[in-house]
C-alpha cells in the first residue's frame, strides 16, 4: 500500500506546484485579455483586477461646507476637526471615510466599503482591429465622410505566405546540413561547423544594409523570395545547431545497419533520420515559425509596408496611430495575432511523444 | 569497348552536371518572376507561395541528390556532402558572413566610413560610461536570464510530465513566447505601471499599495534593479522555448531504466540527478548556449520598455542607436564586434562538449 | 464530448480565424468610388514646369514612392488630400509609412533601394543624407522666385543644407505645427475665475493662484519609449527663445553655443522655476520622467481637474479624451519672457526630400510646394501649411486657424532646436540629458556637459 500513496501523494504535490506556476504565468496575458474587452477610456484609470469584485469605499453621502471655509486651519466636519491633508488622503472615521470630492466647492465625500465591480466591458477594441479603424475626413464643399481602414484579413494572408516557406525552408536546408555535419566525412567540416555556430550571435542587423544592396542590383526587393532568403539566413545557425544536437544523439548503429543494407545517404536521411528527430523537429519549427510570425524589422526593410504586401506585425503597430495615442488597441490587436502561433503549437504538440527510438535499433 | 562505354558516360555526365542545376535555376527563376509580376488575391498568393517554397526546397535537393548518384563512387562520396551542407553554406556566406567580415572592416573606420581609425573606436567603447554599463547590464541578462529560463524550463518540463493536466501546462507556459513583443510591452505597462497617487493600474504597485507601500516606477527609477524586472519579462516569454526542448528531451530517456532505479529503491530526485540529467546533458548544454547568445542579443524588450534609458541599456541597444539613429558607422560596427568577441568562450565550451561525445 | 477532441480544434480555430477574417474583408472601403473632391479645387502651374506637363498627362500611369513615419489617420488624411492630383494627372503615389522610419530611412538609403521621396520630420536628420550628396536640389527644378513666393524666407533657410559641393535646397516643406502652446480646461478656468496670462510673471502669479486654491497647476510628462525627454527639449527650445537673441538660437542649433553656456543653462534654470516647484507640478518632479507624454494631459480634463495647464503641440488634442468640445479646451501662447524677444514661436514641420530624380517626382514635389496639396487635411484638422498660398479660410477648426494666425504674427519663427541637431545630440544626448537631470540622477553641470558631448 505504502508506495500507492507515496505516489498519489507526490502527484497531489507535483500538481499544485504546477498549478501554482501556471497561474502567476497566465496572470500577464489575463491581465492583457482583461482590458481588451474593456472601454479605452477605463484601461486608462482602473486597474484591470477591477472588474472582479471587490471592496472599495463606495460614495453613499456628501457634506456640503460653507464656501470661505479656510483650508489652512482645522476643518470642522460632522462635529470633528481635520486637516486639509488628511481629507485630501482620506481619514477613517469608525466604519465610514471622509475625503474630499471637490476642494474648490468644499464638497466633501462620505464613504464606505461596499462590494463593487467595474463591469463596463466592450468588444469595441476588437471590432476595431477586425474591422478596420474609421476616419473622419472634411470635404471642401462641407460635409464629412467617414474613410474606414482596411482591418487584418489581407496582412494576415501575407504573413501566412511569409512565414510557413520561411519556417520550411530553412528546416530542410538546416537538417541536411547537420546530418552531413553529424554523420559525414569530408574536408573543412570542422571550420564550416564552427562559422556556422559563430554565426549565431551576429546581430542581424549589421546585415540589413548589405543585404539590402544586394537585393537592389538582384531585384529581389519586396519580394516573398527575398525575404523567404533574409529569414532563412537569419535562421539557419540556431536551426543547424539544434538539428546536428539532435541528430549526433542518435546511435551510431542505425546507420551502419542501414547502410550496409545498401541504402544511399538521401534515403537514410529522409527515411529514418527525420522521422527520428521529429520532436526536435517540431520544437525548432515551432520556434521559426513564431520568430518570423511576430517578426517586424525584417519584414519591413526587404518587404516594405504597402498593403499588398503588409504583414501583421506592421498592420499592429499601425494601428496605435501617428503618436500611439491609441496603445489600448494592442490590446485586442495581440490577441488576435496570438492566435494563429498558438494553433500551430496545439497542431504540432502530438509530436511531443515519449519512446520515439525504443525499439529501433535492435535487429 | 569498355573506354567507348565509360566515354560515353562521362559526357552523359557532364551534360546532367551542367543541365540539372540549369532546369532548377530555370524552373524557380520562372516560378519568381510570375510570383512578382501577377496580382493574385491574397489567399491564392499565400498559398501557391506556400507550396512553391516547400515543394520547392524538396525537389532542388532531390535532383541534386540524384544528379550526384548517377557519379562513380568514389565521387559521390566526396560530392555528398557538399550538395547536403552547400545551400547552408552558400546562404550563410553570402548574407551572414559577408556582411560581418564587413562590420569588422567598418569597426576600423570613423563614423560614415571614410577614415581609418585603427583601434580608437574599441577604446572609446570601453571607456564610454553609456557602454560599461551596457557590458555590466549584458552580464546581468545573461547569468540571471539563463538561469532562471534553464532551471524552470527544466523544473516545469519535468513536473508537467509527471502531473495530470500536461498538455495544458506546457501550452500555459508557452503563450508568452507567441507573443510579439510590442504586445508583450502593453501587457507588461500594465504591470510595472506607476502613477504617484493611490489608484494604480499597475499591477505591482497595486499590490505594494494594498500592503501599505509606496508606488515605485519600477522600470525607470529603481535603478539598477530595474534591469531585474526587465530580465523577468525575458523569463517570463522564453522559459517555454527551454521548457519544450526539455520535455521533448525527458521524454526520449528510457523509460526502462527510469524503473529500474526505482525497483533498486532510488528516490525521485536521485533518479533525475544522476540518471535523468546526464542522459539530456547534450540537451541543457544546447539550450544554454542559445538562451546565452540570446540574451547576449538582448534588444527588442529593453527598447520597448526602457528605449534603453535608465540605465538599462544594453550592447544591442547602444548598436542600434548608434548604428541607425545617429548614423555612426564606427562605432556601431565596434559593439557588434564586440559582442562576437563575448561569445567566443560558449563556443569553445561547446565544441569540447560535442568532441567528448565523440561526434565531433 | 468528443467534440472538443483536439484533433478537431485546430482547424475549428482555423475556420473561426477564416470566417473572422472575411467578416472583415466585407468591411473593405473602396477607396476608388468616391471622388466628391473635384469642385472647389485648382491647380494650377506654369507652363514648362513639371507639373504643368503632368496635368497636360504627360506622366500618366507612372509610380512615386513616397516614405515617411506618419501612419493611421494622418496616412488616411495625406491620401486623401492627394487625390486630386493623382486623378488629374494620372501619377500614382504610393504612401509608406512606418513608426521606424527613423532607424530604417538610413538603411533604405544606404543599401540602394531609397524612396523617390521622403518626409523628414527632423531635418536634422536629413543633412546627413545632404552631406553625402544622396539628395536632390530641388532649386534645379524650381526657380527661386517661385520658392520665394511660396513660401517665407525663414523656410528657405531652414531647407537649405550642406551638400556635397557647395549648399543645396534639400527639400520642400509641407506640412508644420506649432508647439509653443499651452493648453487648458477652458470650463475649469472660467469657473475659478482665471485670467490668461500674457507674461511670464502672470504665469508664475497664475500657477502660485492655482497653488493657492489647492491644485497643483501643472501637468507635465516626458516618458516616451526610446524618446524620452523631448517635451523637455520643447521647453527648453522655447524658454532659449524667450530668453535670447534669435541669432544665439542660431548658434545653438549650430553648435556654436555650447550647452554648458551660461544663456542655456538659464533658460533651463527658468524652466525649472515650474518644474522644480513641488506646489505647481502634478505628481511631482518625481513623476515627470515617468509620466508618458500623452497622458500628461489626462488631469486637465478629470472632474474636477487635477492640474490646469499643460504645455504641448497641436497634436496633443488626438490625446484628449472622447467627446470633448472646443467649448472645453483651447490654448494660449506660451508668453514672452523678456519683452525685448517679443512673441516667439516654436514650430516643427515635415520637409519632403527628393531621393530619385525623374521627371514625374518632380511634378509630385512642385505640387506639393502649393497649398492646394494640404488643402483636405487642413480642412479634416491636424495640421498647419507653411506655405504662402494656403487659404486661413480652410481651417474648420478655430483652434487651428488662430494657431495659423498665430505663425503669420509672431515675432520670431524658429524650427525646434532638437530636429534640427545631428541625431547623437537631438535625438540623442539631448533627450536623454534632459531626462537624466529631471529625474535628479546628475545636476544641471553634468547634464549640460553630456548633452554637449553629444556634439563631437
Known amino acids: 500500500m505504502r508506495p500507492h500513496s507515496r505516489k498519489r501523494k507526490s502527484k497531489w504535490l507535483v500538481n499544485s506546484i504546477l498549478a501554482l506556476i501556471c497561474f502567476v504565468w497566465l496572470v500577464p496575458t489575463f491581465g492583457l485579455f482583461v482590458s481588451s474587452i474593456r472601454p479605452a477610456a477605463d484601461i486608462m484609470q482602473t486597474g484591470w483586477w477591477k472588474v472582479f469584485p471587490h471592496r472599495a469605499w463606495q460614495t453613499v453621502d456628501q457634506v456640503e461646507l460653507p464656501k470661505e471655509t479656510d483650508l489652512r486651519t482645522p476643518i470642522l466636519v460632522q462635529g470633528e476637526a481635520y486637516s486639509d491633508n488628511q481629507l485630501r488622503t482620506g481619514v477613517n472615521v469608525e466604519n465610514e471615510r471622509l475625503i474630499w470630492e471637490n476642494r474648490r466647492a468644499r464638497i466633501i465625500n462620505v464613504q464606505q466599503k461596499e462590494w463593487t465591480a467595474i463591469t463596463n466591458f466592450s468588444t469595441l477594441n476588437y471590432e476595431t482591429v477586425l474591422g478596420g479603424k474609421s476616419y473622419k475626413i472634411s470635404l471642401p464643399g462641407g460635409g464629412v465622410k467617414t474613410e474606414k481602414g482596411t482591418g487584418m484579413s489581407r496582412s494576415f494572408w501575407n504573413t501566412l505566405a511569409v512565414t510557413i516557406p520561411a519556417t520550411v525552408i530553412p528546416i530542410f536546408i538546416a537538417s541536411f546540413a547537420a546530418y552531413a555535419f553529424a554523420w559525414l566525412r569530408f574536408p573543412g567540416r570542422r571550420t564550416l561547423f564552427v562559422t556556422i555556430i559563430a554565426l549565431l550571435v551576429v546581430p542581424l542587423q549589421v546585415a540589413l544594409i548589405p543585404i539590402l544592396r544586394d537585393y537592389t542590383s538582384l531585384g529581389l526587393n519586396g519580394t516573398y523570395f527575398g525575404i523567404w532568403l533574409a529569414h532563412t539566413a537569419f535562421g539557419l545557425p540556431l536551426i543547424t545547431y539544434f538539428m546536428y544536437n539532435a541528430i549526433s544523439q542518435l546511435p551510431k548503429d542505425l546507420f551502419e545497419s542501414a547502410f550496409m543494407d545498401g541504402a544511399t545517404n538521401f534515403t537514410i536521411f529522409s527515411r529514418l533520420i527525420l522521422p527520428l528527430t521529429v520532436p526536435a523537429l517540431a520544437s525548432i519549427s515551432i520556434f521559426q515559425f513564431l520568430w518570423v510570425w511576430n517578426d517586424y524589422l525584417v519584414a519591413l526593410i526587404f518587404l516594405g509596408s504597402l498593403p499588398d504586401v503588409q504583414v501583421l506585425s506592421m498592420n499592429i503597430a499601425n494601428l496605435v496611430g501617428s503618436r500611439g495615442n491609441d496603445w489600448h488597441l494592442l490590446t485586442a490587436a495581440a490577441f488576435i495575432s496570438m492566435l494563429m502561433p498558438l494553433a500551430v503549437f496545439f497542431a504540432l504538440q502530438k509530436y511531443f511523444v515519449r519512446g520515439l527510438l525504443g525499439g529501433s535499433v535492435k535487429g | 569497348m569498355e573506354l567507348q562505354a565509360r566515354k560515353n558516360n562521362l559526357i552523359r555526365l557532364l551534360l546532367l552536371t551542367i543541365l540539372v542545376p540549369a532546369l532548377n535555376i530555370a524552373v524557380h527563376g520562372l516560378i519568381f518572376i510570375f510570383f512578382r509580376d501577377s496580382h493574385l488575391p491574397a489567399i491564392l498568393n499565400a498559398l501557391l507561395a506556400v507550396i512553391w517554397g516547400a515543394a520547392g526546397i524538396y525537389s532542388i535537393y532531390y535532383s541534386l541528390n540524384w544528379l550526384v548518384e548517377q557519379y562513380p563512387d568514389p565521387w559521390k562520396k566526396r560530392l555528398l556532402p557538399y550538395i547536403f551542407v552547400g545551400p547552408a553554406v552558400v546562404l550563410l556566406g553570402w548574407l551572414l558572413v559577408l556582411p560581418t567580415l564587413r562590420t569588422f572592416y567598418l569597426s576600423f573606420l570613423n563614423y560614415n566610413s571614410e577614415q581609418f581609425v585603427g583601434f580608437s573606436n574599441y577604446v572609446a567603447v570601453f571607456t564610454d560610461r553609456l557602454l560599461v554599463t551596457a557590458l555590466r547590464n549584458n552580464l546581468l541578462w545573461v547569468f540571471f536570464g539563463t ?196 561569445v567566443i568562450p560558449v563556443i569553445i565550451v561547446n565544441l569540447r562538449q560535442f568532441r567528448k561525445e565523440g561526434s565531433f | 464530448m468528443s467534440w472538443l477532441k483536439r484533433k478537431q480544434l485546430l482547424p475549428a480555430i482555423i475556420l473561426v480565424l477564416v470566417f473572422a477574417m472575411v467578416l472583415s474583408a466585407c468591411g473593405k472601403s473602396n477607396d476608388q468610388a468616391n471622388d466628391g473632391n473635384k469642385q472647389g479645387s485648382t491647380i494650377k502651374a506654369e507652363s514648362g514646369t513639371p507639373l504643368a506637363n503632368a496635368l497636360k498627362g504627360d506622366y500618366k500611369g507612372k509610380k512615386v514612392t513616397m516614405y515617411g513615419p506618419f501612419v493611421d489617420a494622418d496616412e488616411v488624411k495625406f491620401n486623401e488630400s492627394i487625390k486630386d492630383f493623382v486623378a488629374k494627372t494620372g501619377i500614382q503615389i504610393a504612401y509608406e509609412g512606418s513608426k521606424e522610419f527613423e532607424g530604417t530611412i538610413a538603411v533604405r538609403v544606404n543599401g540602394g533601394n531609397a524612396p523617390d521621396i521622403a518626409d523628414f520630420p527632423q531635418p536634422g536628420l536629413l543633412k546627413g543624407f545632404v552631406k553625402d550628396g544622396k539628395v536632390i536640389d530641388v532649386k534645379s527644378f524650381l526657380s527661386d522666385e517661385y520658392m520665394k513666393k511660396q513660401y517665407n524666407q525663414s523656410w528657405l533657410d531652414m531647407a537649405t543644407m550642406p551638400g556635397k559641393s557647395g549648399d543645396v535646397m534639400a527639400g520642400v516643406w509641407a506640412r508644420s505645427s506649432v508647439k509653443s502652446l499651452v493648453w487648458y480646461n477652458k470650463k475649469a478656468f472660467k469657473d475659478a475665475g482665471y485670467t490668461i496670462p500674457k ?5 508664475i502669479k497664475l500657477s502660485d493662484q492655482i497653488a493657492k486654491d489647492g491644485d497643483p497647476a501643472w501637468s507635465i510628462g ?235
Open chain 3, 199 to 203: 507674461t511670464w510673471e502672470e504665469l
Open chain 3, 222 to 456: 516626458i516618458e516616451s519609449g526610446a524618446a524620452t525627454g523631448w517635451p523637455a527639449t520643447d521647453w527648453v527650445e522655447d524658454i532659449m527663445l524667450r530668453t535670447t537673441s534669435p541669432e544665439n538660437y542660431d548658434k545653438w542649433v549650430n553648435g556654436e553655443l555650447p550647452f554648458t553656456d551660461e544663456i542655456v543653462k538659464n533658460a533651463v534654470k527658468k524652466m525649472t522655476e515650474i518644474w522644480f516647484n513641488p506646489d505647481y507640478v502634478y505628481g511631482g518632479r518625481k513623476s515627470i520622467a515617468t509620466t508618458s507624454f500623452g497622458d500628461a494631459v489626462n488631469p486637465l480634463f478629470d472632474n474636477p481637474p487635477k492640474a490646469y495647464l499643460h504645455r504641448q503641440a497641436g497634436f496633443i488634442t488626438s490625446f484628449f479624451p472622447e467627446g470633448l468640445t472646443a467649448d472645453d479646451y483651447d490654448w494660449f501662447p506660451l508668453p514672452p519672457i523678456d519683452a525685448q524677444y517679443g512673441q516667439p514661436a516654436l514650430i516643427s514641420g515635415d520637409i519632403y526630400a527628393m531621393f530619385n530624380d525623374r521627371p514625374e517626382v518632380r511634378a509630385v514635389m512642385q505640387y506639393f510646394t502649393m497649398g492646394d496639396s494640404l488643402r483636405t487635411w487642413i480642412q479634416s484638422g491636424g495640421v498647419t501649411a507653411p506655405m504662402n498660398d494656403a487659404d486661413s479660410s480652410w481651417y474648420t477648426n478655430e483652434q487651428e486657424r488662430r494657431m495659423a494666425e498665430f505663425l503669420k504674427t509672431a515675432d520670431t519663427v524658429r524650427f525646434d532646436g532638437s530636429d534640427l541637431m545631428p541625431g547623437a545630440v537631438g535625438a540623442g544626448t539631448f533627450w536623454t540629458g534632459m531626462t537624466n537631470y529631471v529625474s535628479g540622477t546628475v545636476d544641471l553641470d553634468k547634464a549640460m556637459t553630456e548633452i554637449q558631448a553629444g556634439w563631437k
Open chain 2, 147 to 342: 538561469l532562471a529560463c534553464v532551471s524552470l524550463g527544466l523544473l516545469i518540463a519535468i513536473l508537467a510530465d509527471r502531473s495530470s493536466f500536461e498538455r495544458l501546462a506546457k501550452t500555459i507556459i508557452f503563450m508568452p513566447m507567441a507573443i510579439s513583443f510590442v504586445a508583450a510591452g502593453v501587457i507588461w505597462k500594465f504591470i510595472y505601471y506607476y502613477q504617484p497617487e493611490q489608484q494604480q493600474i499597475g499591477l505591482l504597485n497595486a499590490i505594494v499599495v494594498a500592503f501599505g507601500g509606496e508606488p515605485q516606477a519600477w522600470l525607470s527609477m529603481v535603478q539598477p534593479w530595474n534591469n531585474l524586472f526587465l530580465i523577468v519579462i525575458l523569463v517570463w516569454m522564453q522559459t517555454g522555448f527551454a521548457m519544450v526542448i526539455f520535455s521533448a528531451a525527458i521524454k526520449s530517456v528510457p523509460e526502462e531504466i527510469m524503473e529500474a532505479a526505482r525497483i533498486d529503491g532510488a528516490g525521485e530526485i536521485r533518479i533525475f540527478f544522476k540518471i535523468m540529467i546526464p542522459y539530456i546533458s547534450g540537451t541543457v548544454l544546447a539550450v544554454t548556449t542559445t538562451i546565452i547568445v540570446f540574451t547576449l542579443k538582448i534588444f527588442d524588450v529593453v527598447m520597448i520598455m526602457t528605449g534603453g534609458q535608465y540605465g538599462t541599456e544594453v550592447v544591442a541597444t547602444q548598436f542600434y542607436r548608434q548604428m541607425f539613429m545617429y548614423q555612426n558607422a564606427g562605432y556601431g560596427s565596434t559593439l557588434a564586434i564586440v559582442l562576437l568577441i563575448a
